[in-house]
């Protein structure tokens, strides 16, 4: 299940494409009480940052306001997936910026979700239960395989570390 050598600065690139390879992210937020909670999103990409427009009727609005314990997966369909167990994903920690209404700013990430989703965004746009937010990735991990996963420490996806201090430990 070994694949070939791949030089570091494939996998950052190969990571950099996978960002773009989706059109929803899996986000998980943490209540007020630290409970765990998984939901989705549509995004769209604005300076190495996730932008989301959800509602105040989903579990993770809440959470995202108050701006702690965030983190996203983009993940391979299983359908994709050379083994289950080895699916491609990345992950991220983020940072969570709130993007208020009725500033420049708002309406200039509402643009950018509007090219990436379509009309159906300008109509979202006038629904004052949904907010955008911003979402800041910290650190990253990105698995492409059986013993090929990878951390970043920056949300531009360089300085690069394959992960290979720890090994798998088996019981015969």
């Known amino acids: ?13 190969e990571a950099r494409d996978f960002v773009h390879a989706f059109k929803t992210l899996h986000l998980a937020t943490a ?3 630290a409970l765990a909670t ?15 427009y959800v509602s105040d009727l989903s579990a993770h609005t809440p959470n995202l306001h ?3 314990n965030v983190s996203v997966m983009l993940i391979e369909a299983e359908q994709d997936a050379e083994h289950l167990f080895a699916r491609k994903r990345l992950t991220f920690k983020c940072e969570v910026e709130k993007v208020e209404r009725d500033t420049e700013e708002f309406d200039e ?3 950018l979700m509007q090219s990436r989703f379509g009309e159906f965004i300008a109509y979202m746009k006038k629904l004052q239960d ?13 698995v492409r395989g059986f013993a090929q996963a990878y951390e970043f420490e920056d949300a531009d996806f360089s300085n690069i ?7 798998h430990k088996s019981s015969d």
């Open 1 to 13: 299940m070994s694949a070939a050598p791949i030089e570091i600065s494939e996998v950052e690139q």
């Open 31 to 33: 209540d007020e009480n």
């Open 38 to 52: 998984a939901t989705y999103a549509p995004y769209a990409l604005q300076d190495n940052r996730f932008i989301i």
């Open 66 to 68: 108050r701006g702690d």
């Open 109 to 111: 990430v509402m643009d």
């Open 130 to 142: 949904f907010h955008a937010f911003r979402l800041k990735p910290v650190h990253a991990n990105y």
């Open 161 to 167: 570390r394959h992960i290979n201090d720890k090994g």
